[in-house]
């Protein structure tokens, strides 16, 4: 079995180690206490008409920021309104909300506020992305549109329609729940241990195992496939190494098959790698090796981004090589993170040599998971 996923504690923290061929790829923190996705019914608490916002109240006790721009209806204080968390409370920051709903199956989203029917950019084939669009003509209008994930390329046309018309519906649901539903209570919050599992299993046919006999009888229920090791003999972290797993992701020094390492520095302000030659050898044809190590260190550094599940800023310090080399390296990077399952861009190199990449935050880096 190359392809698994198995939950387990880690110092009493429930994780999910997803293995592609053997290789660890990511760690799930199945605890999360993100909010983000969650749909409420909000409470207009305040309306600051100088910056175009509104202050909700949701979820009992907690307070988040809505951006009134481009709202397309008006909102007064002590109106409901239905909100979706798209950003979690960070310090002294609120919750960042929107009225922008959106919301997911495995092949669709449906987007609130942008009407336009789109595809998922790793989707390259002309042919491919204007039937897909096809197949949901009728569907959008003023209100709502849709974008069609990579993961709709495992499913029919007839398939990805059905989902985009479940979606219509699951929102209509919600929007009529607004007028009987007491302000601040919960609409829809989101499956995190289902929902990732469902995808594991489309997208890589895996096996899921745990050691948690709460986690498998939620997935049971949900008709998921799962194995339970149940047998006090056989630890699941002991048998896979996952607390060395662990150590590496947390360990700032990564290395690389040819003797080559990198170097990972998480600062307040971004996180910076740097790419060292270490103990490669360097002795033959020196420019050919070094574009062989970046090479090399761009693979690596996309699967670390979803391991430690870094976000933000990243800046890149690969070994100095000829410029008419970065170019490639930069095309090669572009492809080692269309993979990942958060957003993330490679924004470009500086004169200096620095490849800026930006990837979107959605969850907790695994250093304030793992303390």
Known sequence: MNNLLIISKVKNRILGFQFEDGILNRIHDFQSESLVGNIYCGYVK?????????????????????????????????????????????????????WKINLSSEAVVLTVGDTDIKVSRKIKEKEIREALKNS??????????????????????????????????????????????????????????????????????????????????E????????????????????????????????????????????????????????????????????EKTICNINREAALEIARQLKIRNVSGTIIIDFISMKSEFYNELLSYMRECIMSDFTLCSV???????????????QEKPLVEIIK
């Open 136 to 217: 949901l003509l009728g569907l959008s209008n003023e209100e709502y549109g849709f974008i069609l994930r990579t993961n709709a390329l495992s499913y029919t046309l007839d398939e990805i329609r059905q989902q985009a018309e479940d979606l219509t519906l699951l929102y209509q649901q919600y929007k009529n729940k607004l007028s009987h539903t007491k302000a601040k209570t919960v609409i829809y919050s989101k499956k995190y241990i289902p929902d990732i599992c469902r995808e594991f299993i489309a997208k890589l046919k895996g096996c899921i195992i745990t050691d948690i006999n709460e986690i498998y009888e």
């Open 347 to 361: 924004i470009d190199i500086t004169k200096l040599g620095l490849m800026e990449i930006t990837r979107k935050k």
């Open 219 to 286: 997935l049971r229920s949900e008709n998921i496939d799962v194995l339970l090791n149940d047998d006090s003999k056989v630890n699941l972290l002991n048998k896979y190494s996952l607390q060395k797993h662990i150590e590496n992701a947390l360990n700032k020094h990564v290395w690389l098959k040819s003797g080559a390492y990198l170097v990972i520095e998480n600062t307040e302000a971004m996180t910076v790698i740097d790419v060292n030659t270490g103990k490669a050898d360097m002795h033959t044809n020196r």
């Open 46 to 98: 305040d309306i600051v008409r100088n910056i175009n916002a509104a202050f909700i109240e949701f979820d009992c006790d907690k307070k988040g920021f809505l951006s009134l721009a481009n709202l397309p209806f008006s909102v007064k204080q002590g109106d409901k309104i239905l909100i979706q968390v798209s950003s979690d409370k960070i310090k002294s920051k609120d919750y960042l909300l929107t």
